[in-house]
């Protein structure tokens, strides 16, 4: 990416965790511009062009379920959302800490964290999800730390999608788990990430007796 240009051009890194196979996400300094209320991030240009983002959907669920051989809803976060009558956002920001979390006696702090939602729409989130994702618990993969474990695996990907941008001179930026390409390479870029996300699935297929 030397030669191209993009909002916030710095270095990419991969950083680890201290135990094995534990964090190792990639990271940009681009990543970290501000996308939420205001969506600067995605206003920035790459090469001089607009650029997308392209993401996985529920990816850290699609991992588990892959790992475990279940079956995911099209989007579970909706499916839970539709039947407690909440927004989906609600959901997720629920679920992704509890599969980060390493012990129940955090689930007060993240609660106290959501503040915005009302603890009885917590306990119903939580219940639904169990009806939902029965394996989840079935596994005992909630307040295990799963979370850094899983950012592992998309390190994996992120370090095969490094590899075919270069192969192809598609010039992309990593976002989490997401990237931002121009907009003509968007199809490309969906179809490699799902690719090569099928790929890590096969190579660790041990990492399940780590989860």
């Not at 511009?33 to 699609?62: A, M, Q």
């Not at 499916?79 to 800490?97: H, Q």
Request: with cysteine; net charge neutral.
């Amino acid at each position: 990416m030397r030669d191209f240009t993009w909002a916030k051009k710095a270095p990419t890194h991969r950083s680890m965790g201290k135990d094995p196979f534990t964090s190792g996400r990639v990271y940009t300094g681009y990543q970290n511009i501000v996308n939420r209320r205001i969506p600067i991030r995605t206003k920035t240009l790459l090469n001089g062009e607009k650029l997308c983002e392209v993401d996985f959907k529920s990816n850290h669920l699609w991992l588990l379920s892959a790992f475990f051989g279940e079956q995911l809803p099209e989007d579970p976060y909706i499916e839970i959302a539709d039947a407690v009558g909440c927004s989906r956002s609600d959901v997720k920001r629920l679920i992704n800490p509890l599969l980060g979390a390493t012990g129940k006696s955090q689930l007060a702090e993240i609660k106290f964290k959501l503040h915005d939602i009302s603890n009885d729409l917590i306990d119903e989130i939580l219940a639904t999800m169990d009806q939902v994702l029965p394996w989840l618990n079935n596994n005992k993969l909630i307040f295990k730390g799963i979370g850094t474990k899983l950012q592992y695996v998309e390190g994996e990907i992120a370090l095969k999608m490094f590899q075919w941008a270069i192969d192809n001179q598609i010039p992309l930026l990593n976002v989490h788990d997401a990237y931002a390409v121009n907009p003509s390479n968007g199809a490309v870029t969906h179809n490699a990430m799902h690719e090569f996300r099928d790929e890590v699935i096969k190579e660790l297929s041990w990492f399940k007796e780590y989860l």
